[in-house]
Nanobody, 126 residues
Framework: EVQLQASGGGLVQAGGSLRLSCAASAFIFPDYAIGWFRQAPGKDREWVSSISSTGTAYYSDSVKGRFTISFDNAKNTLYLQMDSLKPGDTAIYYC????????????????????WGQGTLVTVSS
């Protein structure tokens, strides 16, 4: 069972930066995807960004150009560098991973993700 532990959330002013981390216990299968989702108060959970086991990164339109996803294979840790933060980025951020590869079309689909971390709160003040 893959276990994910997210951290790095906090309070930041608009225009500022934060880096989220997600430590993964292990990946049983060689091909997988791992990424970030977020859920704002009163809203559905939405996909933010994912990266495949081959290193291809995908971003939602709302964060493209501001957020950067990366994965450190040596540390088995996923990162999300968030720059130019906006109040609309305020949410609980969750990391999640799959047990198999995803296509570009399914990378953003919540049901394909098998393992979820506990979430870390990001608050962006105006």
């Amino acid at each position: 069972e893959v276990q994910l532990q997210a951290s790095g959330g906090g309070l930041v002013q608009a225009g500022g930066s934060l880096r989220l981390s997600c430590a993964a216990s292990a990946f049983i299968f060689p091909d997988y995807a791992i990424g970030w989702f977020r859920q704002a108060p009163g809203k559905d959970r939405e996909w933010v960004s994912s990266i495949s086991s081959t290193g291809t990164a995908y971003y939602s339109d709302s964060v493209k150009g501001r957020f950067t996803i990366s994965f450190d294979n040596a540390k088995n840790t996923l990162y999300l560098q968030m720059d130019s933060l906006k109040p609309g980025d305020t949410a609980i951020y969750y990391c999640a991973s799959t047990d198999g590869p995803l296509s570009a079309e399914t990378m953003s689909a919540i049901p394909w993700y098998d393992h979820w971390g506990q979430g870390t709160l990001v608050t962006v003040s105006s």
